[in-house]
């Protein structure tokens, strides 16, 4: 048993070694698939990022009157947080709302100066984040219920902003582009898989006289099958080191050509932080072709 | 050893291969079949390595019905079977010493005897010197030989070759039978089948003749007669 594995693996990687253009051939076809299954995963990631940050930007945006009290704000955000849709309050105070605006526009001294004169016109502000973008709607009718139950004083509430129609078309667009990825994602990698299997049955095909040989001389059906199983597994083994050293300048391709974009990661640091398992997916898919596809293809030589 | 006991082999299109054959070969016998090309030959010899399977009858190896072998035990039957064909069926990828030892290793054996018995083997056709060589890098003859090396190997009891001096030229097809005859010499049964009139009547040993499928002639010490 032990010495028809060393022999299995001895023949194989001789056999890789000694058929240069035919084990290229499988090179080349595992890299492009494993390619294919690198990049829709970056790019799965990269999408996934950049639709989560653009759901954190999404919030409603709640200013107070300048003679609300602060402790009147702080119990109602008490009570937004009390609430299962909401996901976080932030709080700023009428002092930060000063700051914030000077920072903003502190090379305008006209505004700046007019300013001082006013003294702080600004109210404290909550932002309301929610957990899922389809429960604004309840936040932003409790919040409106809240300032009419206020009664006489008209409650503390000055203006309530939340764009509604903008959110809406954002999930949208969210939903389809998902759906419409995922589609693409499963037709891509299904036809390198297709077109992989069936490279690898060509080049047992041009094997198939030595396999009738084989079955002439008296080997037994596993042991003509190993060293092909042996090729498989090489093959799809360096075949996922090429594509992880090819992703890289990719990577780095598609980070610059995006650097503008809103909210996205930064697709170099997340390739290195996830190299060990990017890699692992790329040679575990890269064996998993390799060997399936000899073992399926070798099968129908062995009939002899 | 081998007995066919009245076997036919018809295919699809109702062409006749085989016409209800029957004789025996005791152990030991240097058995050449003649005929002319589509006569049958080789039909026969594909049904003693279980490479096809009669329409009718029986083929028997000592007192094993050969085609009621499951697939997993014709593999054992095929290690105590040397077979050598006309167009060689080499394997391209290796060398003559891996050829040889490819079916020493299919059949189980150890390392230490591989490494013993091939070059000794290898002596006994007179290819020592080109055991490490590819068989595109060798003659027609040579490639025989290295064919021949690797149906003796493993020691069968039966050596069958189909046409095996079919693309060699006279000096070759010469050699080889002498080898044949060495190797008939020390015990082993040896079915031959060819077209080479000059083979068959120098080797002066029995010959069975077929025609469309049937046995015309069966000689002790046979001529090339058709």
Excluded: C
Aim: charged residues 20%.
């Amino acid at each position: 048993m032990f010495i028809n594995l060393k022999r299995v693996i001895r023949s194989g990687s001789l056999n890789f070694w000694r058929n240069g253009s035919v084990a290229l051939a499988s090179i080349l076809v595992l890299t492009t698939t494993l390619l294919v299954i690198g990049s829709l995963y970056l790019g799965s990631a990269f999408l996934t990022s950049t639709l989560a940050s653009i759901r954190d930007r999404v919030d409603i945006s709640v200013a107070f009157k300048t003679e609300a009290e602060e402790s009147a704000v702080l119990a109602l955000k008490k009570d937004l947080e009390q609430l299962p849709e909401v996901k976080t309050v932030t709080y700023s105070s009428r002092e930060q709302e000063l700051a914030d605006f000077r920072k903003r526009h502190e090379d305008n001294a006209l505004l700046i100066q007019s300013l001082e004169e006013v003294g702080n016109p600004f109210g404290a502000r909550l932002s309301i984040l929610a957990i899922n973008p389809a429960q604004y709607d309840s936040i932003s009718r409790f919040l409106s219920n809240y300032n009419e139950n206020a009664g006489v004083t008209g409650g503390i509430i000055d203006q309530i902003s939340f764009k509604k129609d903008i959110i809406a078309k954002l999930l949208a667009i969210i939903s389809t582009s998902q759906t419409i990825g995922l589609a693409i994602s499963a037709l891509l990698i299904l036809l390198s898989i297709l077109v992989t299997v069936n490279t690898i049955s060509l080049t047992i095909y041009i094997a198939r006289e030595e396999i009738s040989v084989m079955r002439l001389v008296g080997a037994n059906n596993s042991y003509i099958r190993g060293p092909f199983i042996v090729e498989g597994v090489i093959a799809g083994g360096i075949a996922s080191f090429i594509s992880i050293v090819l992703l890289y300048p990719s990577v780095l391709w598609v980070r610059n050509l995006t650097a503008g974009v809103y909210g996205g990661i930064d697709l170099v640091s997340f390739y290195i932080s996830h190299f060990g398992i990017l890699f692992l997916i790329l040679l575990g898919s890269g064996i998993i072709l390799g060997t399936v596809s000899s073992f399926l293809a070798i099968g129908r030589y062995l009939k002899v | 050893m081998i007995y066919f006991d009245k076997v036919s082999k018809k295919y699809f299109d109702k062409s006749v291969a085989l016409d209800n054959v029957s004789f025996t070969i005791e152990p030991g016998e240097f058995v050449s079949v003649v005929g002319h090309s589509g006569a049958g030959k080789s039909t026969l010899l594909k049904m003693i390595l279980a490479e096809e399977k009669p329409s009718a009858g029986k083929v028997f190896f000592e007192s094993v019905d050969i085609h009621t072998l499951g697939r997993r035990h014709i593999p054992t039957l095929r290690r105590r079977i040397g077979s050598v064909f006309q167009d060689f069926r080499l394997l391209p990828h290796k060398t003559a010493f891996e050829n040889i030892a490819f079916t020493m290793e299919a059949a189980g054996r150890a390392e230490d005897e591989i490494e013993s018995d091939v070059p000794h083997v290898l002596e006994l056709v007179g290819l020592d010197d080109k055991m490490w060589n590819f068989p595109f890098e060798l003659s027609g003859g040579e490639r025989q030989r290295v064919a021949i090396a690797r149906a003796i190997v493993n020691q069968p009891d039966l050596l069958i070759a189909d046409e095996p001096t079919g693309n060699l030229d006279p000096l070759s097809t010469h050699e080889i039978i002498e080898i044949f005859k060495k190797i008939n010499d020390i015990g082993t049964t040896v079915i031959l089948t060819t077209h080479n009139k000059g083979v068959i009547d120098k080797l002066g040993k029995r010959v069975i003749t077929l025609e469309k499928g049937k046995i015309i002639r069966d000689d002790k010490e046979g001529r090339y007669v058709i």
